[in-house]
């Protein structure tokens, strides 16, 4: 290989890299927690839920939610979603209207977060326009996961977790270290995961380098075979 094509490959790759580091995912989404049970939502009954960032880019929370039959229509009022950061401070708020009856999930979607992965949060659900007579459900579960922290009612710290799924845009790279790092953890070793993460970005940079410099000679070699002009 002629060295002249180190260089250029070598761009290729780091801009490529670069690439991927700041291309989002469109939406990425952790695993609910396993359902077991209901609580009812009302206007003097609010609901909340402790949680921590997962990967960068928060942008929504579904709620796994059952309306009264009467709600299948889209006729029942609007939910409201308020999130809060660990200091207490509103940062998000987000409404939406159940449009069927029976168990669902119902989607709340905000401004997206870029810096969300690691910070904790604290999300409000709120039913201004409900009564307890109405019969509106909220899932729940006894055994929240990692990361899912606890739950509350009228802002009494309560054993469990909401059943919901919060929405990310992660980069693709941040992607790949959340996941070797779950690997390392797997492993039990604490120099697994930078052994891993650095031994497959290292892969992928070689790799980009290989297609670069295949990229390069096949233009450098067509433009070599490039009849002479007339004027020769």
Request: aromatic share 10%; hydrophobic share 50%; net charge neutral.
């Amino acid at each position: 290989m002629s060295w002249r094509l180190v260089g250029p490959a070598l761009l290729l790759a780091l801009a490529a890299l670069a690439t991927l580091t700041g291309w989002q995912l469109r939406d990425v989404t952790t695993v609910a927690p396993t359902q077991t049970g209901t609580l009812p939502l009302s206007a003097s009954r609010p609901l909340a839920q402790y949680f921590e960032g997962s990967y960068s880019g928060l942008h929504g929370v579904d709620l796994l939610i059952e309306p009264p039959a009467g709600w299948a229509s889209g006729g029942g009022p609007d939910l409201v979603l308020e999130l809060y950061d660990d200091a207490g401070a509103l940062l998000r708020a987000a409404s939406a209207r159940p449009a069927t009856g029976g168990r669902n999930w119902l989607p709340f979607r905000f401004t997206e977060m870029p810096a969300s992965r690691g910070e904790r949060y604290v999300f409000r659900l709120l039913a201004p326009d409900v009564a307890f007579r109405d019969g509106l459900l909220i899932w729940q579960s006894a055994r929240p996961l990692p990361g899912h922290g606890r739950m509350a009612i009228a802002d009494t710290m309560l054993d469990g977790a909401l059943v919901y799924r919060p929405h990310y845009r992660p980069s693709a790279l941040e992607l790949l270290a959340v996941y070797t790092r779950r690997l390392a953890e797997a492993r039990g070793d604490a120099l697994a995961f930078p052994a891993l993460y650095g031994g497959l970005v290292l892969l992928y940079l070689l790799a980009l380098a290989a297609l670069a410099v295949l990229l390069v000679r096949f233009v450098g070699s067509h433009l070599g075979d490039r009849p002479a002009s007339l004027d020769d």
